[in-house]
């Protein structure tokens, strides 16, 4: 589709919710962001009225048990904290002391659940690029992982059970020295609420917050990601130099008899300061840079190959019937004429462009749209989009089927 088309083939207000949320307490999204995002926490009561969870403990358990997830155990005696990293044996669960708090935690709940990447959906209102994952804790009663603060902000929905947070704007942010976990040394609360199934506390990045179960719980944590200028700097340094060409050596034809031979000689220095200054970062590859780096997915991640071996003509027919979609892990961004996945960079020919903008935005495509988009061009889908969304099926990027069930 021509690149005038890409508007009307993803309208603006199809994607991101326009009106009032019960989600966010009856605000718009526009107004919680100019209001209270990065600024001011947000209690909502039933932000999802009924909410009854994901998942429970046993099958949280499991998830726990698994090499491929992200898990911590974490318990409390007095005031020490202990911290084990997943995967977290069955048979620990028995030999837990009930006289100690503990609160398991599995990151990234959207790569392992339908559900739970069905609920990161509703906060489609903050870019794709500054999402993490949704997390879950589950905790015993008193369970909790301490006073503390996150550098990210963080949306805390409470599923079963009921959980105090105390919250405060504290500027003292140290923490307690020989802590397996961030633990702040002095905690002042100045709000604290009870959440009940359905409730939801924004927190910006930064605040000082302690949840405390008061029975047996489950909160579910969308987490966000910002990243910090000293590691993008520092990887996009590490990223140029691999593509860097100078040419030339260092030549001193004119050298003058020096008085000192263990001097470093001035035309030396002057030498590699004038080639420094002649470095320049064009936008260009600041961007390209920026999309790699931002959908590079974490080192532990890996794509599961998928479970059908098709042919490429198999793979078009059931993406024509059935749609595609982003698998869970996979992270696509897009600017301009160009877009990102998993860390590599596709340019977008103009006729490929509406439909890789709406992968990007919706991470699927239905199988009508697929089938639009191949009649107004199948000259471009056959030499290059069926190519492209065949090899993302094979690497486990993308999988068959709109929805995940
Ligand atoms: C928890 O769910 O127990 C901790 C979440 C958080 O404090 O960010
Ligand atoms: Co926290």
């Known amino acids: ?83 084990q990293h997943g995967p977290i044996a069955a048979r620990t669960w028995k030999d837990l002391d ?51 603060f996150d550098s990210y902000d963080v949306f805390l929905l409470q599923g079963p059970g009921r959980r105090r947070w105390r919250i405060s704007a504290q500027e003292d942010i140290s923490l307690r020295a020989g802590m397996p976990l961030k633990i702040l040394k002095h905690f002042h609360p100045e709000q604290e609420w009870v959440l009940e199934p359905g409730d939801m506390l924004y927190l910006p990045p930064r605040y000082a917050h302690d949840g405390v179960a008061l029975d047996e719980c489950f909160t579910y944590s969308i ?18 130099a691999e593509r860097l060409r100078l040419d030339g050596r260092y030549a ?10 263990g001097a470093l000689p001035r035309a030396l220095q002057t030498f590699f300061q004038q080639q420094l200054d002649s470095v320049r970062f064009e936008a260009a590859a600041v961007r390209d840079f920026n999309g790699r780096y931002l959908t590079e997915p974490k080192p532990h991640v890996f794509f599961p190959a998928p479970t059908e071996d098709l042919s ?14 982003l698998d ?11 877009c990102w996945c998993n860390g590599e960079h596709f340019p977008m020919a103009a006729d490929e462009h509406a439909v890789l903008v709406a992968l990007a935005d919706r991470r699927r495509l239905d199988a009508g749209c697929l089938r639009a988009g191949q009649a107004a061009s199948p000259d471009q889908w056959r030499s290059t989009l069926w190519p492209m969304l065949l090899a993302w099926f094979d690497d486990g990027w993308l999988r068959l089927g709109c929805d995940w069930t």
């Open 1 to 83: 589709m021509p690149r005038s088309q890409a508007a009307t083939a993803a309208p603006a207000d199809a994607l991101v919710p326009r009106g009032r949320l019960p989600l966010l307490g009856g605000l718009s999204a526009r107004r919680f962001l100019s209001e209270y995002w990065q600024k001011k926490p947000l209690l909502v009561r039933q932000a999802i009225p009924g909410f009854a969870g994901l998942i429970d403990a046993a099958g949280l358990r499991r998830l726990a048990a698994s090499d491929d997830v992200q898990s911590r155990l974490i318990r409390r005696e007095g005031r020490n904290w202990s911290l």
């Open 98 to 148: 009930p006289a100690q708090p503990w609160t398991v935690l599995v990151q990234e709940l959207n790569f392992h659940l339908p559900a739970a990447d069905r609920l990161l959906e509703a906060f489609r209102f903050i870019p794709h690029a500054r999402i993490d994952d949704l997390m879950v804790s589950h905790a015993s009663p008193r369970g909790g992982v301490g006073p503390h």
């Open 223 to 240: 987490g966000f990601r910002a990243p910090s200028p000293q590691e993008w700097v520092a990887e996009f340094l590490l990223d140029s």
């Open 252 to 261: 001193d034809p004119d050298l003058q008899l020096q008085r000192h031979p």
């Open 312 to 325: 490429s003509s198999g793979f078009r027919r059931a993406a024509l019937a059935r749609g595609v979609r």
């Open 328 to 338: 869970p892990r996979s992270r696509m961004l897009f600017a301009g004429d160009d």
